[in-house]
């Protein structure tokens, strides 16, 4: 008899064991996968923005290696940013052929950009830098984007809102569609700040 009752803790033993085991491998499996998945965005807000209010995108600078990742990243905003309910929204005019050299860097397009918006009476100005905007080496290729995004209030020079992030994808996707998938994110925290 004691033999049976023995067996018959050491069974309750071995699955409540079992039990705690599958418990700490799921929520390792998890933050693994979850980090695997690469998303991260930290937001600041100092203000509440009008979506109402004449807003302007300013020129994205570009940290990375591609070329014309700022270009891209401000297409997507514009379309972000209208169907989020902004929609007095322009974006900076393009230099003149003959002024081209003029601006030898993001940074000066942008000083030249901030000039335009204010003398335009814009209220807001929408700009940012794109840290990365790769593909990641190895087999998967897995595409890698940051970025970076900030709206100004222009009568007062105060940023409003400020948000950082990262995506990465899977080997299937293409850097585009990753950094869409972030810059809606990111737009989407710009929304609760109204």
Sequence with gaps: MISVLSLARTDRRCAAFSALVSIVLT??????????????????????VKPSARWAILPV???SEAPQAGERVEAILETLLRKGGV??????????EGDVHLFASDRQRYEAALEWARGSKYDYAVTGSVEEW???????????????MRVVELASGRVVWAATGTQTGTGTENASGTALRLLDRLVNELRETR
């Design 27 to 48: 929520i390792i499996a998890v933050t693994l996968i979850g980090g695997c998945g690469g998303a991260m965005t930290s937001v600041h807000r100092s203000g509440e």
């Design 61 to 63: 600078e570009n940290h």
């Design 87 to 96: 929609w007095q929204l322009d974006r900076y005019p393009s230099p003149k």
């Design 134 to 148: 790769r593909y990641k080496s190895g087999l998967d290729g897995e595409p890698a984007i940051g970025v970076s």
